[in-house]
């Protein structure tokens, strides 16, 4: 009777558990998806002086124009200076407290300006300006294009190259630190830690191991930065491989303790035979042992650039934040995750921008599922050792 | 063993929570938030009052959802947030708590003074990337800027870029606190800031707007009408709550609440 109940009461709360994931991913296909199909700027309408010929604009050439970057002449329009109106440049002419009637004046008036631009819901257009067609393509505008400005009104820039790139980036150099050390600090406390210090290195190491984020990013910003700024001359230390460096850091010890785990499981008969062969210690890890852990370390390294890819708050502390596509160690980085923490909070939910954000994580959540699917193929069997 | 139920009620009753209201929203109206609750609360127990950060755009987010009492601003609620109040027949109440000077600030050694705001335009739009475009030392400009949430980076979009977007290479810092730092240690850095988080690590530069002559941010009346980049900052606040939060709200205005407000650093 015990007995059934107990395992009745694992089988529930395995199944909560697995409940609460697929809930967790549906919800974040749900938010996310939309991004492919919705327009930012759906409820306006774009429309320019009925003398005007254009007749319609690619997303890109509206931005100019919107930005005063472009004339009109470029996209086939008359030589007149752009005027561009929209609902978030309004408050700058009509004050912030503007009445209904107001604004409707005011737009009347600018409907008369031959170089007139506007976005406006459907129902403040001034019936004399004649509506154009805007292309947006969604696909186009997440993986064909390098520059990321959600916010920017009436179109927004949504590349998601240099998020993607970033995290990518990031995780790479966070591992070329990880891995060595991780592998190092196993073999040292595996094979040559006195007994008598292996549990208090071990509890010093899950202290590194959680440690807030937020300390060591801070750490990161007061005592690394400006090191690395002064090492490299730069013109600041804020650089993708100020992130890397703590993200490796951090992740050693999941590194090393995996690949601890990994040495402990190398069948006695090996080792005795290369010792017995008259290998030294240091040879039989180095040809024999190492070489025996191969998948292992593969999963390890796997598993622990999952961890650096996750990570949120060193990242947006240290790495300077711009969004461009990286090009060396000492660039500025902008990842997924910190993306995500920096600006979820702040996007209107149902936003074309707040499913921008999930698609973010959609894509993040991908790549994580993928290095794990990895881990686990790479997993050694138990026949193979 | 049956009673214990019973006294697991009691002991809830015991702890209800005395009555709380909560603010949230912009960094640049915290401090001067936390110091009000702070003396309001050494004179009078209740209510609670629990302070957040998080950008004015969270904090209004909040509001708009039910999540918090206050949202503190340094923006005005922009025109189509207006508008979406409006279509859910809500009103909001719009309070001037204080004004807040937006400085500009270099690193200490860097030896320009002063720019004007085409200046700022083509420093924030990547059009110039060196300080010697602008009489300085040969130096690549490092260009902050806070995260698109905050009231301060809409503000300094809408009143110095008006309307042109930031350069891609523009570094985005989630909090001013850690934005002080940054420029502390970067010689060839700007970024802006409310006037409250000025320390001697950075240097502010006088500012000109259009032909004026350049003016140094200042917290008095003066640097409001004289300095251009001035901006109150707001509680907004729901009409149906405000006799809940009245007694907090009289206190912000009253002569001692004003004290408070000038000694965070603004102007009230």
Known sequence: MRDKLTIGAFQTSALLIILTLAGITLFLFREGLPALTQAPFEGLVFAVHPENLVQNLSADDCRGLFQQNLEWSVVGGPSVPVVPIHLYNLERYVGNHATPAKIKSFLDSVARIPGVIVALPKEWLPASLRPIEVKWSAWGSLFGAVRWSPTYEPLPEVGIWPLFLGSLWVTFLGLLITIPFGVIMAIYTAEFLPKSLYYPIKVLWEVVAGLPSVVVGFWGLVVLVPWLQKFFHLTTGETALAAAILLGWITIPLMASLTEEALSNVPRLLVEASYGLGATPWQTILRVKLPAIRASLLTASLLSAGRILGETMIVLIVSGNAPVIPTSPLSPVRTLPATLAAELGEAPVGSYHYHTLFFLGLVLFLLTLILNILAYATLPSEKST | ?268
């Open chain 2, 1 to 268: 063993m049956r009673y214990w139920g019973l006294l697991l009620l009691l002991g809830l009753w015991g702890c209800t929570p005395r009555e709380l209201i909560t603010i949230k929203g912009s960094d640049t109206v915290l401090p001067v938030s936390q110091a009000l609750a702070e003396a309001y609360l050494e004179k009078k127990a209740t209510p609670l009052i629990s302070v957040t950060g998080g950008g004015s755009g969270v904090g209004i987010a909040a509001l708009l959802n039910g999540d918090t009492d206050i949202a503190m601003s340094s923006r005005p609620l922009k025109l189509a947030e207006r508008l979406r109040l409006e279509a859910a027949q809500r009103t909001l109440i719009e309070d001037t708590i204080a004004w807040d000077v937006l400085a500009v600030c270099v690193h200490p050694q860097n030896p320009i003074s002063h720019l004007s705001r085409e200046n700022l335009v083509a420093i924030y739009t990547g059009a110039v990337t060196n300080w010697k475009e602008l009489g300085g030392p040969d130096m690549p400009i490092v260009v902050y800027s806070r995260e698109s949430s905050s009231g301060t980076f809409e503000f300094f979009r809408e009143h110095v870029l008006r309307g042109k977007d930031f350069a891609p290479s523009v570094r985005f810092i989630p909090a001013t606190g850690t934005l002080v730092q940054s420029i502390a240690q970067t010689p060839g850095a700007i970024g802006y800031l409310g006037i409250a988080y000025l320390n001697p690590t950075i240097k502010p530069l006088a500012i000109s707007g259009g032909s004026n002559t350049p003016v140094l941010p200042a917290k008095n009346q003066a640097a409001l009408a004289s300095y251009p980049l001035a901006r109150p900052l707001f509680y907004y606040y729901d009409r149906d709550a405000r006799s809940r939060l009245a007694a907090f709200l009289d206190f912000i205005h009253s002569p001692e609440g004003k004290a408070v407000i000038e000694k965070v650093g603004y102007v009230p």
